[in-house]
């Protein structure tokens, strides 16, 4: 019998304290395998005393015993040098130890290297190896890994200062005859005093600790060195075989040499791997990760398609990589798919189950999945666009992984997540019947013979004859029948009594030879579902069921119904209160199957039952009215702090579903005005949040469902629907679409002066984005008229102490700045600046934007420890509030670049800068301003470099997308070609620049602040 783990952990009663220190040593990435000849032994090679006898034996006739009596090995290598030559004797360990093998000897004897536990190194470590060996097998499980030896310092420094890979090996490599070890005079030199390998080992045992690992660790001059310099106070670790009843002395011995040990049984040679193998396991839990749902223990059938979802898996060609179970729904598709993923479940280093029904579930289950694979830092929200880029970067760089998308009802939304090699395996269940570019498997009902069988199964009974006749009136759909054995097991009701229940609820008989379409399949749900539910007594979780059927089927929170009791009715909302009465409705509701119950606090429930609920309780609003008030009070109205993004994530789809459903229900059209209203503002609020998660695509989609209603409610001239004329300018505006932006602005802008008049605080706000757009467009004099506007407003009617006017001094500084009037700037930031630490506070997103703003005027007045003072403010708020990988922080970034550009410490800058491009290529796309700014800041860092090629390279980048966006005659694209002729002026004989400065001169206005500039260097270039 093979041993087990457990077997080991009990040999000795101080295995399982040592492997728990293991384990936290590996997870800070501080342990360093030290190997030895033991790890290597599978392949043969002989050990070093019989290599030694052999050659004594074959080549020196007068020691026919080998090694003679009282030589050590050193001693004995030396001899054998000294007689046969070293030529000689250096050839015949080559061969001995593999390093005369060809790449095809290699992949022969590694077939089976799973099996031994050298297979587990490069899954545990990916930076420093350190051997005795000179054989070549590290380097063919490492593969393009560094080999360096102690002749060599640098590879080894390089890997303690970054974590490079390196194979580190101490008596060199048998492909190098100068620098292996082997005689007794090259160990001498090699282990002396102040010698190159105990200078590098004192270097390793300063930051890592090392676990031997097929090592004898008997008193040779490795062990030797480590004890001496161990002496400091290091320890190191090892898993050593022990003969049963000296474990006591073999531990006090390894412990006078500090070494800590795992002891096994020497007879069990699978020890180390298993070891090794339950370290990777406990240690890097991500390296082998699945999300499933918990398995269905009563699955039965289907082996035909679990079969073919095999079978196409394991064929070549792409569209066998993409397979779509297709089916109608409550036909058995989730299931069949959650099996496969369980029966295979070992054959996959990765499993990610999607609940693929909207594009926001579809983002929630792959942000949880991203986080949990620690792909960003904990607590952080990404947006779409860059939870996409780091799961293809993910995909990318791992391999043998397995994707479900359940569910899938727009295959669209899953184009962007799918992985884009044939590397992975797909497998979608929708009820479409065709998704492009997929393998479809058909999935039906069960069978006559699956069906009974299942029943039985199920039931506990016998009667095959009477479980066919139930089979039969449940058309053998899955979920019917499911349902149905659930409440015979429950009720002990016969087969025949259920049959009579049927024949009570009106259920018609099908013909099983007769396909059954969607609604006859509604119709079996029904019935299954009516005879269920008749068991449930208790009012609340009546009402409860009726409640889940407006949410998303899958993650329905009890602590919403628990949070907003006060829009529940009685006696729901007195039961949800108590834990205990909350414990005896949903044990009532998942006894038969009506919810699944997926933690102490989360529920889901089948969509085709969702269905059937809506219908019985079709033209009573309340249920819908009741869910809207809900998600209207949970969603938050600010996002100031990172725990309104959690919040919003894990509601945002229950509040879609309901309002959706609202418009289906017809309450949006047919309802009273306050409730059409409700679900409007319900959308605006989804909106709202998609929009400060940055997923702007979503956000504008949400808010025309807004605008739709308010406008058929309250027309299109009221200030209500202006507010989302507004809005949607906004995201227009942060898409950097300045022509769409301006279209709604203006629309907001006509509302609101005809409805509200000229001095209402949110005409100003409408008049501080317009003037935001005139700024983005370069018309500053237009921008600065109408911040103007804004702030007479504002300071009349908010005061002089109000956010809002805070912000338009804000906006004004920027522009002051722009000018480069920098004390004009720093007067209106601080305005600002007063107004937002005291009412905002310190931490506030509002408040870090203006201490970054102050930190860039700064940078332009060459006070370089202040913009370093106010930047690092910003940026400690923005990293905290929304994370390193965000375009508000790349803001900070992209200021911190230039702030060290002007300082002439070019490589900080180019540092920067690449971080802010990083993110806003990723998150805002490469043809957005902000994205050129970078550009233009790179190729400005370049131009200071005097790489005239890099610098022309970028701020090409730069002009072609301002051409393409702006146009040609913007102001944007003329700073551009300014930047270009400045290029082409510092080269000398250079006729270019003239033309470049004129192209500029061109576009701009008299007027235009940038005008007097260009004019500046076009006269310098020409006086030259």
């Known amino acids: 019998m093979s041993v087990t783990f457990e077997d080991i952990i009990m040999y000795d009663a101080r295995n399982s304290d040592v492997f728990d220190e293991l384990i936290a040593l590996q997870e800070k990435k501080k342990l360093t395998p030290f190997v030895g000849a033991g790890m290597s032994a599978f392949l043969n090679f002989p050990v070093w005393k019989d290599f030694l006898d052999k050659e004594f034996k074959t080549y020196l006739k007068r020691y026919p015993d080998g090694i003679p009596r009282g030589m050590d ?24 130890y593999g390093g005369k093998w060809i790449e095809e000897e290699w992949d022969n004897n590694l077939q089976q290297l799973n099996t031994h536990a050298i297979y587990w190194l490069p899954k ?36 303690l200062r970054s974590g490079t890979s390196l194979i580190y090996k101490i008596h060199g490599d048998i492909s190098d005859s100068e620098n292996i070890v082997f005689t007794k005079e090259s160990y001498e030199k090699h282990y002396s005093d102040g010698s190159p390998l105990r200078k590098d080992l004192e270097k390793v045992f300063n930051g890592k600790i090392l676990l031997f690992l097929g090592c004898s660790l008997n008193q040779d001059k490795t062990v030797e060195l480590w004890q001496n310099i161990a002496q400091a106070g290091m320890e190191g670790y090892a898993i050593m075989p022990c003969e049963l009843g000296t474990q006591h002395k073999k531990r006090r011995e390894l412990g006078e040499k500090r070494i800590k040990t795992i002891l096994y049984d020497e007879d069990d040679h699978d020890a180390v791997r298993i070891i090794l193998e339950r370290l990777y396991f406990e240690t890097d839990e991500s390296k082998h990760f699945h999300n499933l749902p918990k398995q269905n223990p009563c699955f039965y059938g289907r082996k035909g398609i679990l079969k073919s979802i095999y079978d196409n898996f394991q064929t070549s060609g792409l569209i066998n990589c993409y397979q779509t179970i297709s ?64 799961m293809q970067r993910w ?111 009106g259920l018609a008989v099908f013909d099983p030879k007769m396909e059954l379409t969607s609604d006859e399949y509604k119709k079996l749900v029904t019935a299954t579902w009516d005879i269920s539910f008749g068991k449930i007594k208790a009012k609340s979780a009546q009402q409860l069921f009726n409640f889940c059927a407006y949410m998303a089927p899958d993650n329905i929170p009890i602590d919403l119904f628990k949070s907003q ?87 945002v789809e229950h509040a879609l579903s309901i309002a959706e459903h609202a418009m289906i229900e017809g309450v949006v059209m047919q309802g009273e005005k ?39 409610v309250l027309s299109k001239e009221h200030p209500v629907t202006a507010r989302t004329y507004n809005s949607i300018a906004g995201i227009y505006e942060e898409q950097g679409n300045l022509p769409k932006a301006m279209e709604w602005n203006q629309k907001a802008l006509h509302v609101r002066e005809k409805t509200l008049g000229k001095e209402h605080p949110d005409t100003a706000s409408t008049y501080n984005s317009t003037a935001v757009i005139y700024e983005e467009q370069g018309d500053l004099l237009k921008a600065m008229e109408w911040h103007q506007k804004a702030l007479y407003i504002r300071e009349k009617i908010l005061g002089k102490e109000h956010p809002d006017t805070a912000s338009t001094y804000h906006n004004i500084a920027s522009l002051y700045d722009i000018q480069e009037d920098y004390p004009k700037a720093l007067e209106f930031f601080q305005k600002a600046l007063d107004i937002r630490e005291k009412v905002l506070g310190k931490e506030h997103p509002d408040t870090a934007s203006t201490y970054n703003t102050i930190g860039g005027v700064y940078t332009g007045q060459e006070d370089y420890s202040k913009a370093q003072e106010f930047l690092q403010k910003a940026l400690d708020i923005r990293e905290k509030l929304f994370g390193k990988e965000h375009p508000d922080t790349a803001i900070t970034y992209n200021k911190i670049a230039l702030m060290y550009l002007y300082q002439g410490d070019y490589p900080k800058s180019l540092e920067f800068s690449q971080k802010a491009l990083d993110i806003r290529e990723k998150v805002l796309g490469k043809e957005h301003p902000d994205t050129v700014i970078t550009y233009s800041n790179i190729a400005s860092v370049y131009f200071e470099q005097k790489d005239y090629i890099k610098a022309l390279e970028w701020y090409q980048k730069a002009l072609d997308i301002r051409e393409k966006v702006l146009g040609k005659e913007h102001p944007d694209t003329a700073r551009i070609y300014n930047n270009i002729a400045g290029v082409y002026s510092d080269q000398e004989d250079n006729p270019k620049p003239l033309e470049w400065y004129q192209k500029a001169l061109e576009i701009l206005e008299l007027n235009h602040p940038y005008t007097k500039i260009v004019r500046n260097n076009m006269r310098k270039c020409a006086n030259k």
């Open 565 to 651: 009791c006060r829009f529940l009715p009685k006696p729901l909302r007195t039961d949800i209160q108590n834990n205990l009465t909350v414990e005896s409705i949903l044990a009532d509701l998942q006894e038969y199957r009506l919810v699944e119950r997926k933690s102490d606090n989360i529920i889901s429930i089948h969509r085709l039952v969702q269905e059937v609920v809506q219908d019985k309780i079709k033209g009573d609003f309340s249920w819908i009215k009741n869910c809207v008030d809900m998600m209207e009070a949970v969603l938050p109205k600010d996002y100031s702090d990172q725990n309104s993004r959690g919040i919003f994530s894990l509601y």
């Open 73 to 96: 090995y050193y001693d004995a290598a030396s001899y054998l040098c000294e007689e046969l030559t070293k030529v000689y004797f250096y050839n015949d360990v080559r061969r001995e």
């Open 674 to 712: 306050q409730h059409q209203l409700k679900v409007a503002y319900l959308y605006e609020l989804t909106a709202f949040g998609f929009y400060n998660l940055g997923q702007y695509r979503q956000s504008l989609i949400t808010f025309k469902n807004a605008l739709d209603i308010y406008e058929k």
């Open 327 to 390: 089916g109608l729904g409550g036909i058995g598709k989730t299931q069949c798919a959650l099996e496969y993923a369980y029966q295979h479940q070992t054959e996959y280093n990765y499993i990610l189950w999607i609940n693929a029904e909207t594009p926001q579930l579809i983002y929630s289950s792959f942000h949880r999945i991203a986080e949990h694979l620690k792909l960003f830092q904990k607590d952080f929200i990404l947006d779409e666009n860059e939870l996409q880029f780091k």
């Open 395 to 505: 995909f990318e760089t791992h391999e043998n992984i397995l994707t479900i998308f359940d569910n899938v009802e727009n295959e669209n939304s899953i184009k962007l997540y799918l992985p884009l090699t044939d590397k992975e395996r797909v497998l979608i269940t929708s009820r479409k019947m065709n998704i492009y570019g997929t393998h479809r498997i058909d999935i039906n009902v069960f069978n006559v013979t699956e069906a009974v069988e299942f029943l039985l199964l199920r039931t506990k009974k016998r009667d095959r004859y009477e479980a066919k006749k139930v089979a039969e009136r449940l058309g053998f759909l899955a979920l019917a029948l499911d349902q149905a054995a659930v409440y015979i097991l429950k009720t002990n009701i016969s087969f025949a009594g259920y049959i009579e229940l049927m024949n009570n609820y």
């Open 124 to 159: 545990l470590f990916n930076e420093l190896v350190i051997t005795t060996n000179f054989d070549q097998l590290l380097q063919h499980i490492f593969p393009g890994c560094t080999i360096s030896d102690p002749s060599k310092t640098e590879p080894l420094n390089r890997t």
